[in-house]
């Protein structure tokens, strides 16, 4: 539940800020991605290093990768700097302790931090109108074990 909940708050995110994106609903492939559906698609994976505990609480260490699929035009660096700015924005967005509170309160989901830690650009397939932007999220979530 842990996981889904997280999902929801990245995806309900990124829609918040560009409702044009369509998450790629695949667990591990993000290759798979239909050609007619690359443009403003998101995927996203996860892992949890490290889980510490007490008698009352589990204190999750979650890491984000989120991976933004944008489909070029003929002007690259127009299309780079977008999709910069795009996923910069998503990143404030996720980072935001007013989001983090505001959907907290109405999902439960007890994120303490979300700290982008990294935003790395590449070319698309050794396409280099399309590319890809893969966001890295740490966040902090505390559960009760109660």
């Known amino acids: 539940m842990l ?9 309900d995110s990124i ?8 998450q790629h609903r695949d667990a591990f492939n993000d290759e798979n991605i239909a050609s007619t ?27 984000a990768e989120i991976k933004f699929f944008f489909k070029g035009q003929r002007d690259t660096i127009e299309t780079f700097d977008n999709a910069m700015d795009t996923v910069s924005q998503i990143s404030m967005k996720l980072a935001s302790l007013t989001n ?3 959907f907290r309160s109405t ?7 979300c700290v982008p830690v990294s935003q790395v650009p590449e070319q698309l397939n050794n396409n280099d109108n399309s590319l ?6 740490e966040m902090n979530i505390v559960q009760s074990s109660c």
């Open 3 to 11: 996981i889904s909940k997280v999902r929801k708050y990245i995806a």
């Open 15 to 22: 829609t918040s800020v560009d409702s044009d994106f369509r």
């Open 37 to 63: 559906n690359i443009n403003k698609s998101f995927h996203i994976a996860y892992s949890i290093p490290s889980i510490a505990s007490d008698q009352a609480t589990f204190n999750n260490s979650v890491t």
């Open 100 to 102: 983090i509170a505001a």
């Open 107 to 113: 999902d439960m989901l007890p994120i303490q931090t």
């Open 132 to 137: 890809i932007i893969t966001l890295s999220l």
